[in-house]
Every structure is written in C-alpha cells, then in structure tokens.
C-alpha cells in the first residue's frame, strides 16, 4: 500500500516537473520570439533614422542653396539700382542685371525645392522610425510574457 502511494506520488511528481519543463520550454520560445522582434524594431528605427539624416542633409544644402541664391540676389537688385541711377549710359547693365536677377531667382526656388524635397524625405523617415519603435515596444511586451511565463512556470 505504501508502496503503491509513494509509485503514485513519484508518478505525479515526474508529471509535474514534465509539465513546468515545457511551461520553462514555451517561455523562453517566448523570449526569443521578443527578441527577434526587438532586433528588427531596431533595424527599422536605424533606415528610418538614415533617411531622416539624408533628409536632414537635403534640408541644409537647400537652405544653404536659398542662402546664396538671396545674397547674389539682393547685390543683383542693388546693381539694377545703380544702373537706373546710370540710366544713360548703363541700360544694358541694368538689362543684364535684371537677367542676373532672373537667374538667381531660379536658384533660389530651386534651393526652396530642394528644402520641400528633404522635409519631404524627414517626414517619410520618421514613419520607419515610429513604426520600429512599435515593433520594440511589441517585442518587449513579448519578451515580459515569456519572462513572466518561466518564473511561473
């Protein structure tokens, strides 16, 4: 009779620790799972994060493009001042001045373009980087469960 009880007691024993063996198995499945997703969250957050540098980088030259451009602007604009001032013998300085002007202009909305074109790329970078950071947090989530999971298990 002991004998039985004690098989039984070893029985149910050894069914236990099976069972806490494979809540300890699927924990740390759980685990790994949240960190696989955690990796690639990062791997998103680090495009993401290049193509708001690009963009960042696109920003600075189309600023410093729009810089020059109203600089050689505003000496053209003083130049036709002064040619009007000449008007009797500069009319075509002031007619190749207004050319100039023209000119600058266009690089002028061309750095603006190329300002719009990387706030443009900033905007489109940061979506990656929100998205990935999504990711981590899931994958975090993840990785608690499966913790919580072994120390219950």
Excluded: D, H, Q, Y
């Excluded at 600023?63 to 009797?88: A, E, F, K, P, Y």
């Excluded at 899931?138 to 298990?153: K, L, N, Q």
Aim: charged share 15%; net charge positive; no cysteine.
């Amino acid at each position: 009779m002991l004998v039985t009880r004690g098989i039984m007691l070893v029985t149910r024993g050894i069914m236990l620790v099976t069972r806490g063996t494979m809540v300890v198995t699927r924990g740390i499945l759980f685990v790994t799972r949240g960190i696989m997703l955690v990796t690639r969250g990062i791997m998103v957050v680090n495009r993401g994060t290049v193509v708001v540098t690009r963009g960042i980088m696109l920003v600075t030259r189309g600023i410093m493009l729009v810089t020059r451009g109203t600089m050689v602007v505003t000496r053209r604009i003083m130049l036709v001042i002064w040619g009007i001032m000449l008007v009797s013998r500069k009319t075509m300085l002031v007619t190749r001045a207004i050319m100039l002007v023209t000119r600058r202009t266009m690089l002028v909305t061309r750095g603006i373009m190329v300002v719009t074109r990387g706030v443009m790329l900033v905007t489109r970078g940061i979506m990656p980087v929100t998205r990935g950071i999504m990711v981590v947090t899931r994958g975090i989530i993840v990785v608690t469960r499966g913790i919580m999971a072994v120390t219950r298990g």
